[in-house]
């Protein structure tokens, strides 16, 4: 019976397998075909099915009407992502180290409401956001600036920086700050010294979300910017002419999932709560 | 010399209700009392971490009770075995000292020097998490006592140990703390042979308030009210609604109660304590036996007379099937008195009760 269950479950992690990754040889197969390769059917393996073209990444590399450099897209893609996630992250902290440590009171309101309020932040639709951002950039003269995207992450991602933050802090426990006041840490000190360094997996696992959802968004990057700023979604879209070219959109999208790809094999480690394993007994 | 005046807080499950008491320096004090009595406000409230609603805390006749929480000179323990889990044991210990303005090299010498005394000396570089349960509590002892704070506060740092490390730990702790001879110690337990083991003098809590203090032998034989009875007691003490009539004490109409060498009230109602070694097999009252239960060395058996429930202890193991009638004698010399309002009013002919 075991032998059964064993071989179905391989069976299914197999199949699952091919299904997740598929698309992924797909588009690396595609990224090295040309046009005449991409329009004679259904070809996967280079050399055997179709001759391997670098046209799809060459293009990437360059401007006029043979491609578009995705370099400057590129770096403006990770300045606002980092800025923002970074900002996110250290803003939503301590925000979230205070809604579980101190009890806010202000007429109704109270902790709970507090962090609900960010949360909702994430429940509206983006069109609704997206009128009034648009109207608040353009009065600061930030629209289609990097600073302008920054600021509008930065009050994208904190709801989920807080969230996370939020619910971990909540899983230490509060002695843990307490003993650090006993034993000559100031409630400041207790947070940097104490609960900061034991917060690592929880710090990860919010950067990670910043990261994916900043680095991932389109919608906001499209309606924000027009000439001067371009992130990378938005110019993946612009590929996108009469003709498709394929071969360009698969390197494209390969080379934009590859910096989060590198990020979570780096921080998958840290994605655990087990060091607080022994904080309380 | 710790001095707390009318210490009263609020806004909690359990409150503190105006305690006050004069803690010497170089003595253990053991502070007893079920759980919600107010035995771990009463800890927070001292270290601060507890707001006062009145009150006032003076060491060494000054003033600390708006002091920061650092400030204050103590030290605690908690329950819970918490260490810092990122920290080695060693860094654990040396933390406070740290904080204190030592450099890195003394504070790990020193830190090193209060493991070795727990006995911790050769774990020095593993996390608090590779240590067994006992083991991470002596970390936070170490660490409680390695600055010599003037107050030392341990909040029932064996409650969570099993059996086995409970007694060891109980039969080295007076060894570990020896050489704090100028702190307050504070200890407090729910255990009344932990308290009264441990302690130079025991406190009694209930309520929130202190309810007792003395000497644990004074206050185990002489309890000046029901409710210290029923606190200090284990096995627990029974309580008998009785009454006195023309100088003779009764269980209840038609029950006679053992009174030989007692001096009686006057007529009237009293709660009449039977601890479970006032009662032994063999005698003239009759009872049913309701439960049996096997302690270690001794067997604790609860019985239904026809005036109330007591229970009674006998050495050694013995079979006590449930449902059966026994017969026990009691023992007068055993038996204290209370009043309706909770006094202790057993007095004795050769003596004050």
Redesign the interface.
């Known amino acids: 019976m075991n032998k059964f269950y064993h071989t179905l479950k391989t069976i299914f992690l197999l199949g699952w397998s091919i299904f997740v990754v598929f698309p992924f040889l797909w588009a690396l197969s595609t990224s090295f075909k040309d046009a005449n390769a991409i329009t004679s059917g259904a070809t996967y393996i280079p050399w055997v099915d179709f001759e391997p073209s670098t046209q799809g990444w060459t293009s990437l590399f360059t401007t006029g009407s043979q491609g578009i450099n995705i370099i400057g897209p590129f770096i403006d893609s990770a300045a606002v992502t980092l800025i923002a996630s970074l900002v996110s992250l250290i803003l939503g902290t301590l925000a979230a180290y205070g809604l579980s440590r101190f009890e806010y009171r202000l007429g109704f309101v109270k902790n709970s409401d507090i962090t609900f309020f960010f949360i909702s932040q994430r429940i509206m639709p983006p069109i609704v956001l997206a009128i009034p951002f648009f109207l608040m950039l353009k009065e600061l003269g930030a629209l289609d600036t990097i600073f302008g995207l920054v600021l509008v992450y930065i009050a994208l991602l904190l709801p989920i920086a807080v969230w996370v933050m939020t619910d971990f802090f909540s899983g230490i426990p509060k002695e843990l700050d307490e003993m650090a006041m006993t034993d000559g840490c100031s409630p400041i000190g207790a947070f940097f010294r104490v609960v900061l360094p034991n917060s690592l997996p929880g710090l990860v696992v919010a950067g990670m979300f910043c990261l994916i959802f900043g680095w991932n968004d389109f919608f906001f990057a499209f309606t924000l910017t027009f000439t001067e700023t371009q992130l990378l979604p938005v110019s993946i879209v612009s590929l996108n002419s009469s003709v498709t070219p394929w071969w360009s959109l698969s390197a494209f999208a390969l080379i934009s999932v590859a910096p989060l790809a590198c990020v979570a094999v780096i921080v998958e480690r840290y994605m655990s709560r087990g060091t607080m394993s022994g904080a309380i007994r | 010399m710790l001095q707390i005046d009318h210490l009263t807080t609020a806004a909690a499950k359990v409150t503190l209700d105006d305690v006050s008491f004069l803690f010497e320096a170089g003595k253990i004090y053991t502070i007893l009392g079920r759980t919600g009595a107010g035995k771990t406000e009463l800890l927070r409230a001292l270290?601060g971490?507890n707001p006062l609603t009145v009150g006032t805390i003076k060491l060494d006749e000054e003033d600390i009770t708006e002091r920061?929480?650092?400030a204050?000179n103590?030290?605690?323990v908690?329950q819970?075995?918490?260490?810092?889990?990122?920290l080695s044991v060693l860094d654990n210990v040396a933390?406070?000292l740290r904080?204190?303005g030592k450099d890195k090299v003394e504070a790990q010498a020193l830190a090193g020097q209060m493991l070795t005394t727990v006995g911790l000396g050769e774990f020095l570089q593993r996390?608090?998490?590779?240590l067994s349960?006992g083991q991470?509590q002596r970390v936070a002892l170490a660490?409680a006592m390695v600055?010599q704070s003037r107050i030392l506060m341990l909040d029932e740092p064996l409650a969570?140990l099993d059996y086995k490390l409970r007694e060891q730990l109980r039969e080295e702790f007076p060894r570990l703390v020896a050489d704090n001879v100028e702190s307050v110690i504070l200890y407090t337990t729910t255990e009344p042979r932990e308290a009264m083991e441990l302690g130079n003098t025991m406190i009694v809590m209930h309520g929130g308030r202190v309810i007792a203090s003395g000497a644990p032998a004074d206050l185990f034989a002489h309890p000046p009210t029901k409710d210290t009875a029923s606190v200090i007691s284990d096995p627990p003490i029974s309580f008998i609604s009785g009454f006195v009539r023309n100088n003779s004490l009764y269980f209840s109409e038609g029950h006679l109660a053992p009174s030989i060498g007692l001096l009686l009230p006057a007529d009237g109602p009293v709660t009449i304590a039977l601890r479970p070694d006032a009662i032994e097999p063999d005698g003239a009252f009759n009872a049913q036996i309701g439960l049996s239960e096997f302690s270690g060395s001794q067997t604790i058996i609860h019985l239904d007379f026809d005036f109330g429930r007591a229970i009674m202890m006998v050495d050694g193991i013995e079979a006590f099937a449930a449902g059966n009638d026994i017969n026990v004698s009691i023992r007068s010399e055993h038996i204290m008195l209370f009043a309706p309002d909770g006094g202790n009013i057993t007095l004795r002919n050769n003596q004050n009760g």
């Open positions: 270290m971490l920061p929480i650092r204050r103590m030290s605690l908690y819970q075995f918490i260490n810092y889990p990122h933390f406070p904080r204190q996390r608090p998490a590779q349960g991470q660490r600055k969570n």
